[in-house]
């Protein structure tokens, strides 16, 4: 059973830095594009970056130059490393993988950030 598991969440202040790690397990298909989303209570889930297997990035407008996404793939991880965090950047932060042979990508369970001083 396919599972994507997030790591490194939780409160930190404004201006800070947070770094997020997501492992898919449970499959022998090949990981494609894999993507962090996020929602924000009383709105809707949005793209904030994605990486495709070989590397290339793609940001959401409101991270461009704050945030980065990298990936190991020979540990299926991805990784968003979150810098000059501001409070419009508390949400619940999910995981998202496409797998080969899939029709639908993949979900983590979601890791709460909180942006506060």
């Known amino acids: 059973q396919v599972q994507l598991v997030e790591s490194g969440g939780g409160l930190v202040q404004p201006g800070g830095s947070l770094r997020l790690s997501c492992t898919v397990s449970g499959s022998n298909f090949r990981i494609n594009t894999m993507a962090w989303y996020r929602q924000a209570p009383g709105k809707a889930r949005e793209l904030v970056a994605s990486i495709t297997r070989g590397g290339t990035p793609n940001y959401g407008d409101s991270v461009k130059g704050r945030f980065t996404i990298s990936r190991d793939n020979a540990k299926n991880t991805v990784y968003l490393q979150m810098d000059i965090l501001r409070p419009e950047a508390t949400a619940v932060y999910y995981c998202?993988?496409?797998?080969?042979?899939?029709?639908?990508?993949?979900w983590g369970q979601g890791t709460p950030i909180t942006v506060s001083s």
């Open positions: 998202n993988a496409a797998l080969s042979a899939h029709t639908r990508p993949f």
